[in-house]
């Protein structure tokens, strides 16, 4: 590597950038912080450095800053002994210190030290990946404390309406307007947030490339995972298990049951690297032991698009997920869900609220069963009041002291 190609690229960059209209997402970025940016690819991290690249522009125009993506094919050979070489060239174009950019520096072996030095030597830097490792504590203790740690998502409900040039009236589920954001909820449910989604004509084309790359890229080649057969059919069944408890035994026996060896340690390691890649988020049931919270867990899925890649005609699932995401955005460790007897699907013990999800609660027996849970759950941790998020339903119901309000989920999306 050599500093005229990184002059070219960071001189590249920053003309793509600036011609690059950018909008805005709900994150907010401290100037004066360093940061590591994580999330899935294509989830918009990128243009999150944009975003906050033409802030600190429209604050200071004479400020300097420099762009690096290292998935650009420029840098196959690029190693860590390599990262003075992009401060030199930066030097040399500019003459003072820039602001640094880079995006998915996982791709280089060594990244941790480098930032931690350029953080101690009073450079700005905003750092992104797409691996929950580089939130791990290892890498915070490398890091030393000198950099916040942000996680980004696909477009929430109310960002995906922003992106449409939707904006929310006040009393929108009284108006007019409902039915326009019901009917983009419709589109968000079946193919989720991711924020390019719209671009494209096939969505299940363009979900499925995503996929693709995190599965090649970032769980077989960055693994060395040897069976991909194996791999492929353990997300398929996941897939199909959203919703529902799964221990390992279970994930094991229904491999088995097409003719496959596998054993509970790979599976536990392959779900590792799932979560890793942000692909997928375990849940664990609160009234558990310490060892069945390892063995035993609900899985949701980082994208509602994605998760729609592996099942059909499943709505269920796909309703659950989307709570999961939006609480867990909210509660991130905080969330778990409670199951003795009965089973309610998520709950956050600091801030004592229960959700039961159910498509829909009009077919009586449906209705008593979820009341049933929430009931047992309330007494036993002595909650007063609960929520079901349905489809398209609402009411309120009372029990004696008790209160469940049942919402549509696109209203509670939104509030």
Request: charged share 25%; net charge positive.
């Amino acid at each position: 590597m050599d500093k005229t190609t990184i002059k070219k690229i960071i001189v590249e960059s920053n003309e793509f950038i600036d011609k690059t209209s950018v909008k805005k997402r709900l994150y907010t970025l401290d100037s004066m912080a360093n940061y590591v940016i994580c999330g899935i690819r294509r989830s918009g991290k990128s243009f999150l450095l944009f975003q906050q690249i033409k802030e600190i522009i429209k604050q200071n125009n004479k400020s300097i800053f420099i762009y690096i993506n290292f998935e650009d094919e420029r840098f196959i050979e690029f190693n860590s002994t390599h990262f003075d070489l992009i401060l030199e060239s930066a030097f040399e174009l500019y003459h003072e210190k820039p602001i640094l950019f880079f995006d998915e520096i996982q791709n280089i072996d060594g990244w941790e030290k480098f930032a931690r030095r350029l953080a101690d030597t009073g450079y700005n830097i905003y750092i992104t990946g797409s691996n929950a490792k580089m939130l791990s504590r290892e890498i915070a203790t490398t890091l030393g404390g000198r950099y916040m740690i942000m996680e980004v998502f696909p477009l929430s409900f109310y960002e995906y309406l922003t992106f449409h040039s939707i904006i929310i009236e006040s009393n929108f589920e009284f108006s007019n307007q409902r039915f326009i954001i019901k009917d983009q909820f419709e589109k968000y449910f079946r193919y989720g947030g991711f924020p390019e989604l719209s671009k494209y004509q096939n969505p299940k084309e363009y979900l499925s490339n995503i996929y693709m790359k995190v599965l090649y890229g970032d769980l077989i080649a960055r693994n060395h995972i040897q069976n991909e057969h194996i791999l492929r059919l353990l997300i398929k069944k996941l897939a199909e298990s959203v919703n529902n408890e799964t221990s390992l035994n279970r994930i094991k026996n229904l491999i088995k049951s097409i003719g496959l060896k596998i054993g509970n340690n790979t599976i536990a390691e392959y779900i590792s690297y799932l979560h890793d890649a942000y692909l997928i988020f375990p849940l664990y049931n609160y009234a558990s032991s310490f060892t069945e919270r390892e063995t035993k867990k609900k899985y949701y899925f980082i994208d509602q698009g994605i998760l729609n890649l592996f099942i059909t005609d499943q709505d269920s699932k796909l309703l659950e997920n989307i709570v999961f995401l939006h609480l867990y955005k909210r509660y991130k460790d905080q969330l778990c869900y409670f199951k003795r007897k009965l089973e309610v699907d998520f709950y956050i013990p600091k801030k004592q609220i229960l959700i039961q999800v159910s498509y829909s609660v009009s077919n009586i027996e449906t209705k008593q069963r979820e009341i049933a849970a929430l009931l047992a759950a309330m007494k036993e941790l002595n909650i007063k009041k609960a929520t079901i998020i349905s489809y398209d339903e609402e009411e309120t119901i009372k029990i004696e002291k008790n209160q469940i309000q049942v919402i549509p989920v696109w209203k509670w999306l939104l509030k």
